[in-house]
């Protein structure tokens, strides 16, 4: 690797939109940029472990606890906002997602139901919980691996029902988005950048080019909104 390449982590969600704008910006600046993404729980841990990174990117919430234990320096940066969306296997029925009422109705009909290890996960079982489900619906629920797309376990059949983010479900075969969760029990992430002590000169542009006014058109096509 370039000496000067930028070298970063970030989860599987913002994978897509990432690639997009650290080629662009090696284009325009000429300045090396290689971000790794796995499992956001994976790319905490190897944040914490130490590991060398000049830019960080995850869950907000997952940031800001880098940042309190010491491994990433005070002030996160948003870049975007992602809403949680279902998907069924392609040519099934989609399940009405008008309000949170018969979105619960799809879920108890659903025999199996696919969630990631990400903060989409976290809060749709938060939300199980709410309705008094988590017990019930703990036997149908299929967790993905870190760093495999819960849009995959939907394409392959083995769940009926698949719950993430937006952008991690576009343009996968196999599938038919049914759209995003509704207004009433609508699950939304910011996903932000942290650096470590002493990046910031190295990175800073980096940033401002993923948070232009041109960007915001390259978040929405990828699924997201500016944050």
């Known amino acids: 690797m370039n000496p000067s390449t930028l070298r970063g982590i ?8 990432l690639a997009e704008f650290t080629t662009a910006y090696t284009e325009a600046s000429g300045q090396p940029v290689q971000i790794e993404s796995v499992g956001g729980v994976d790319a905490a ?3 914490a472990a130490g590991e060398a990174f000049d830019l960080v990117v995850l869950a907000s919430d997952a940031i800001d606890r880098l940042i309190a234990a010491g491994h990433l320096a005070p002030g996160r940066i948003d870049l975007v906002q992602s809403a949680v969306a279902v998907a069924v296997p392609a040519g099934q029925p989609l399940p009405d997602l008008t309000n949170q009422a ?16 990400g903060p989409s996960g976290v809060a749709l079982q938060a939300l199980f ?3 008094g489900l988590a017990d019930e619906l703990a036997r149908r629920t ?6 495999v797309p819960v849009a995959s376990l939907v394409a392959q059949g083995q769940v009926a029902l698949g719950f ?10 196999g599938i038919t988005l049914a759209g995003t ?7 939304v992430t910011t996903f932000s950048a942290g650096m470590p002590a002493g990046a910031q000169g190295r990175v800073q542009a980096l940033l401002d080019f993923m948070n232009t006014p041109a960007a ?3 978040k929405r096509r990828h699924g997201m909104d500016p944050a």
Do not use: F, H, K
Request: charged residues 15%; aromatic residues 4%.
């Open 142 to 147: 299929v967790q993905a691996p870190p760093g």
């Open 181 to 187: 969760l509704p207004p009433d029990a609508a699950i």
């Open 45 to 47: 841990r190897r944040v």
């Open 102 to 117: 018969t979105l619960r109705c799809a879920v108890l009909s659903a025999p199996t139901i696919g969630y990631s290890t």
């Open 164 to 173: 993430q983010q937006l952008s991690e479900m576009m343009n996968v075969p």
């Open 129 to 131: 919980a709410r309705w």
């Open 216 to 218: 915001a058109e390259v």
């Open 10 to 17: 970030s989860s599987m969600a913002t994978r897509a939109l």
